[in-house]
């Protein structure tokens, strides 16, 4: 029998910031850009539960948080407390694992199959993980206990916040059944709207569904999304979870056509990517411009370079990039830097921070 379980903290960046400032727990706050009066770009990193009762939601523009909520508590992003308590986390969830994966900042999957041997003993178990990150980092976390990392993921969904979620194999398929298309993971609105235009509505009818209609409409990806809709995955908790590119981005405060604006903000962000690469012990291969328009029209523009961890390479092929391949006539409303197909340097400790 194979246990997975999917730890995830809870609205992680909100939490740390509670940590330092106990006083704005239980007031709708905000983790993300500046809000600016309702005129700041950008959006809602992370949100507390008091914020999310208003409707507020991670990901959404923080001005649209702002017209919903003006006067929650909105506070920048810093970056290096949450690497450093998840850290802290980290350490924790990966003592108690058989295989440990670390998948964002602050979610981790774990194999404990060798460890646990009954659904039973997973939940105290996983009762143990819970109250041990929360004595050494004084913070919440949900978990998910399953039978493959889908499941887990499923699970912890299921049972946040400040919970843990068992489902049975042999419970699966109910919990699934009923359940919104777009509540399975891999399933975004545009998929979930093509799939209700074949007359499919919830995940059960998916999981029925004939898997020919699904390759024509949809190609491997419908086979794909038909085993999830099974509750089947196969993927394994990869012990050598390894970074795969690491970026920035800016929002410009106002769209912007002006050449010099956008290469400084090349240059700085390449500054700031380049200060992950060396921390976590990298070597780059790829570089990638993203380039949003103000109308949200978006390019990716990359390319292969000597294999490097330099500043000025990263600046000079990400400028050039931009003065190649945008439109100077449209105005910008967000840049990206990115570096990919990543590498240990020599010499260096093991990989495996997450820094992006
Ligand atoms: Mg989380």
Same mark, same amino acid.
């Given at each position: 029998m194979q246990i997975i379980m999917l730890i995830d903290m809870d609205y992680f960046f909100v939490a740390c910031e509670e940590l330092r400032r106990p006083e704005i727990k239980d007031k709708p706050t905000i983790v993300g850009s500046d809000p600016k009066q309702g005129e700041g770009r950008g959006v809602v990193m992370t949100c507390n539960y008091p914020a999310r009762k208003f409707g507020v939601r991670s990901g959404m523009p923080i001005s649209q948080a702002y017209r919903i909520k003006s006067d929650a508590i909105y506070i920048p992003m810093d970056y290096d407390l949450y690497e450093k308590i998840s850290k802290d986390v980290m350490k924790v969830v990966k003592s108690f694992a058989d295989r440990f994966e670390q998948v964002s900042v602050d979610e981790a999957f774990i194999d404990v199959s060798k460890k646990i041997k009954s659904y039973e003993d997973s939940l105290d178990y996983a009762k143990r993980i819970k109250d041990t990150i929360k004595e050494k980092t004084g913070l919440p976390c949900t978990i998910g206990i399953s039978t493959n990392k889908l499941m887990a993921k499923m699970a912890c969904e299921a049972g946040k916040p400040n919970g843990i979620r068992l489902v049975r194999e042999e419970d699966v398929k109910e919990f699934l059944n009923g359940k919104e298309l777009d509540d399975l993971y891999g399933i975004g609105k545009k998929t979930k709207e093509k799939l209700e235009a074949m007359g499919y509505k919830t995940i059960g009818e998916l999981a029925k569904?004939?898997?020919? +209609?699904?390759?024509?409409?949809?190609?491997?990806?419908?086979?794909?999304?038909?085993?999830?809709?099974?509750?089947?995955?196969? $993927? /394994?908790? =990869? =012990?050598?979870? =390894?970074?795969?590119?690491?970026?920035?981005? /800016?929002? &410009? =405060?106002? +769209?912007?056509?002006?050449?010099?604006?956008?290469?400084? @903000?090349?240059?700085? #962000? $390449?500054?700031?990517?380049?200060?992950?690469?060396?921390?976590?012990?990298?070597? &780059?291969? @790829?570089?990638?411009?993203? #380039?949003?328009?103000?109308?949200?029209?978006?390019?990716?523009? *990359?390319?292969?370079?000597?294999? *490097?961890?330099?500043?000025? +390479?990263?600046? *000079?092929? @990400?400028? +050039? #990039?931009?003065?190649?391949? $945008?439109? /100077?006539?449209?105005?910008?409303?967000?840049?990206?830097?990115?570096? $990919?197909?990543?590498?240990k340097a020599r010499g260096q400790k093991k990989i495996g921070e997450f820094t992006s």
């Open positions: 569904a004939n898997t020919m +209609d699904l390759m024509e409409r949809f190609g491997s990806f419908g086979v794909e999304i038909q085993k999830y809709a099974n509750g089947i995955d196969e $993927s /394994k908790v =990869e =012990e050598n979870y =390894e970074v795969k590119s690491i970026g920035r981005e /800016k929002t &410009f =405060e106002k +769209d912007t056509a002006d050449r010099d604006t956008v290469t400084t @903000a090349i240059r700085k #962000l $390449s500054d700031e990517v380049i200060g992950e690469v060396k921390k976590a012990g990298l070597t &780059f291969k @790829a570089v990638t411009v993203k #380039l949003r328009y103000g109308d949200f029209t978006e390019h990716l523009k *990359s390319r292969s370079i000597r294999r *490097s961890d330099d500043a000025g +390479d990263l600046a *000079s092929n @990400a400028v +050039d #990039l931009y003065l190649r391949y $945008s439109d /100077k006539s449209r105005p910008m409303r967000k840049i990206g830097v990115r570096v $990919s197909d990543l590498t």
